[in-house]
């Protein structure tokens, strides 16, 4: 299983945004529109961990501050 939580690294880079790859096609492909909304949801809540052990709450905190030196 990939995990999502890089996607809060690449955001402290200076990412305006990050691609989140295949997975939305392969959970549609194998179980329809319930996986993806699922997937979503997974990927939701691996973010919000990462952030949290980050020490953040929302997005526009994410920044080089939180990356280890």
């Known amino acids: 299983m990939t995990s999502y939580s890089p996607a809060v690294r690449m955001l402290a880079l200076g990412a305006n945004g ?5 997975a939305w096609a392969y959970a549609l492909g194998a179980a329809g529109g319930q996986a993806v909304h699922r997937l979503f949801e997974i990927m939701e809540a691996q973010i919000c961990v990462a952030m949290a052990l980050s020490g953040v709450t929302r997005t526009d905190q994410i920044d080089r501050r939180i990356l280890a030196p």
């Open 18 to 22: 990050v691609l989140l790859g295949r």
